[in-house]
């Protein structure tokens, strides 16, 4: 494992999975180009919930290529690539098992966003989160989940589990928990794995 996570910090892997985010995080702006047009504007920065989430871990790695952290900016991305990445599993799956017929484009977002949550994870042992900045990160998380199933502003999901709403809605609050107290435990309370 520590070699792994050696691996993982190396420039060379860092700079490789910096442009992979990047255009990652470009190709999902573009996703939700349509619900964004129909999205009043004051609600724009709830709905892309995935591309905001590697966004900030471009920044993460960026900032690591740069031999700098930020654990606020660190513990936004985490705590969003383990909750959207796994959202995204969760809701292409459970689409399929509805009646859906799961395509190259559902496959395809398993894949991406099951990659997107263990880079949140993997890279634990190089965060230097500390409570304050899970804390702020725990209001915003749930502040979304506010928005998106009080308001209606949740990303759109398979039309076989579209009037599950109000069960994604719990479900998704109790994914937030969960990713929150993921990082707490890797990345604050044990402050490395190494």
């Known amino acids: 494992m520590r070699l792994f996570i050696r691996f993982l910090g190396m420039p060379s892997m860092i700079a490789a999975l910096l ?47 740069l031999k700098k952290n930020s654990g606020l900016l660190e513990a936004l991305a985490s705590v969003t690539l383990i909750k959207y990445g796994l959202w995204a599993v969760v809701m292409n799956i459970a689409g399929g098992i509805a009646g859906d017929e799961l395509n190259w484009s559902n496959y395809m977002l398993i894949i991406s966003h099951f990659g997107m949550a263990l ?29 998106d199933y009080v308001y209606g502003m949740y ?16 479900f998704t609050f109790w994914l937030s928990i969960f990713s929150i107290a993921i990082i707490y435990l890797t990345s604050v309370k044990r402050k490395t794995f190494l």
């Open 155 to 170: 990303p759109w999901v398979s039309p076989a589990i579209s009037d599950q709403i109000s069960h994604i809605g719990y």
């Open 119 to 147: 880079q949140g994870l993997l890279f634990a042992p190089y965060y230097r989160i500390k409570p304050w900045h899970l804390l702020v990160v725990a209001l915003w998380t749930i502040h979304n989940d506010i928005i």
């Open 19 to 65: 442009i992979v985010n990047t255009f990652g995080t470009i190709f999902g702006y573009w996703w939700y180009k349509i619900q964004l047009e129909q999205t009043p504007s004051v609600f724009y920065v709830f709905v892309p919930d995935s591309p905001t989430a590697s966004l900030f871990f471009c920044f993460v790695l960026l900032l690591f290529l």
